[in-house]
DNA sequence: GTCTATATCGCGATAGAC
DNA sequence: GTCTATCGCGATATAGAC
């Protein structure tokens, strides 16, 4: 590799870095290219020769995410679909979807803030909702299939799911402990508000 | 009441009116100062004789729709605390809060944007969230008092429920039954994933 | 490839006539 | 109170030297 390709290469994950920083601190609509230049070290004008926009700059981010998070749930052996209505199965799910969001946060939240920025008619953030919560959905109707009844739509359901789970993961403080928010998501989702023993029991 | 402040009245409902419409098709960060005044059929200038900027414009659509949503909550007799395990009060309170927020589509969808805008750090969303599911948490605290187990600390299931309703409620395409999304609603909030039966049953 | 300097533009906000 | 006209800022994107 030459001497310029490399270095280009150093400019390019350094505004990746500097951008993941700013997003998290400021959000991304509130980060201006400058700003992301300006801490990274780098004239403004070096900026587009990387990135076309401030948008597919947060599309790197994306990928680098979803490969880091389907990584994740390979290692945990997640890959085929087992009951989510089992305590196990259900914790670890949640369990590997908050670390990849808490431990992306700033991509979370850019992805995020981009999607609303679109509108609420543009339909961006439903989609991205009902993508991002694709497996769950393909659980859900393998449940289904086992004769299982379910409380709606499969896709409804997920959409429920993650609709909860990322904009927690969004808006909570850093300083929640992580395994409180999972114990307390996996049985809200478990059994409910109800709790593990039926109504009839009390 | 004299003819210039009844033409002031007037402008100012027909700006507000159009903020509405403009929210609801292309969202509130979308929608700049001039769209409002171009649909209200009035000059730029004029919009700053009724609000010193789009932000305190949305807070008066705010006060709007809390006064709304507080005369339906006591219309119907949910002001006293009571079981949220249970399946009628439950449902009778996810159907008041989603015909709320859906009956009001961009007074909420402007809300929201205007705190995700704010960016994570900000904690504006956050505090939205809290603020809107204090009615919850007094609930759940109830609950706790008389014994009941819960699936975690009160704060955060109401904010979990409460991200639930309104994320959907904002992302939804409109297409969407409203009994269909409450039913599941109900049925996912009352006893989970695993159903009313226990998994000991089954 | 990176830099400095600058063109360009959308949009919020104001001034002043009617 | 409403209108037209305009100022001025902040931010994206480009031009051209090194």
Same mark, same amino acid.
Request: aromatic share 6%; charged share 20%.
């Given at each position: 590799m030459g001497v310029r390709k490399l270095q280009a290469a150093e400019t390019e994950s350094a505004l990746l870095a500097a951008a993941r920083q700013l997003f998290a601190e400021r959000g991304y609509l509130n980060t201006k290219i400058t700003d992301i230049t300006g801490t990274a070290g780098?004239? !403004?004008?070096?900026f587009y020769q990387h990135f076309a926009s401030k948008e597919e700059l947060l599309r790197a981010l994306e990928t680098d995410m979803y490969e880091q998070g389907s990584a994740a749930l390979a290692s945990e052996g997640t890959g085929e679909p087992h009951d989510l209505a089992d305590p196990v199965h259900l914790r670890e799910h949640l369990a590997v979807a908050w670390e990849v969001m808490r431990g992306n946060r700033a991509v979370v939240a850019a992805l995020f803030e981009s999607a609303v920025a679109a509108g609420p008619a543009s339909g961006a953030l439903w989609d991205q909702l009902t993508t991002g919560t694709a497996v769950y959905r393909e659980h859900l109707e393998y449940m289904r299939d086992q004769g299982r009844e379910l409380p709606g739509d499969p896709e409804l359901v997920a959409a429920a799911m993650g609709g909860m789970m990322s904009l927690l993961a969004y !808006?909570?403080?850093?300083?929640?402990?992580a395994d409180a928010v999972i114990d307390t998501l996996t049985a809200l989702l478990l059994h409910g508000l109800a709790g593990p023993i039926s109504d009839s029991g009390r």
């Amino acid at each position: 590799m030459g001497v310029r390709k490399l270095q280009a290469a150093e400019t390019e994950s350094a505004l990746l870095a500097a951008a993941r920083q700013l997003f998290a601190e400021r959000g991304y609509l509130n980060t201006k290219i400058t700003d992301i230049t300006g801490t990274a070290g780098r004239a !403004t004008g070096s900026f587009y020769q990387h990135f076309a926009s401030k948008e597919e700059l947060l599309r790197a981010l994306e990928t680098d995410m979803y490969e880091q998070g389907s990584a994740a749930l390979a290692s945990e052996g997640t890959g085929e679909p087992h009951d989510l209505a089992d305590p196990v199965h259900l914790r670890e799910h949640l369990a590997v979807a908050w670390e990849v969001m808490r431990g992306n946060r700033a991509v979370v939240a850019a992805l995020f803030e981009s999607a609303v920025a679109a509108g609420p008619a543009s339909g961006a953030l439903w989609d991205q909702l009902t993508t991002g919560t694709a497996v769950y959905r393909e659980h859900l109707e393998y449940m289904r299939d086992q004769g299982r009844e379910l409380p709606g739509d499969p896709e409804l359901v997920a959409a429920a799911m993650g609709g909860m789970m990322s904009l927690l993961a969004y !808006t909570m403080p850093p300083a929640y402990s992580a395994d409180a928010v999972i114990d307390t998501l996996t049985a809200l989702l478990l059994h409910g508000l109800a709790g593990p023993i039926s109504d009839s029991g009390r």
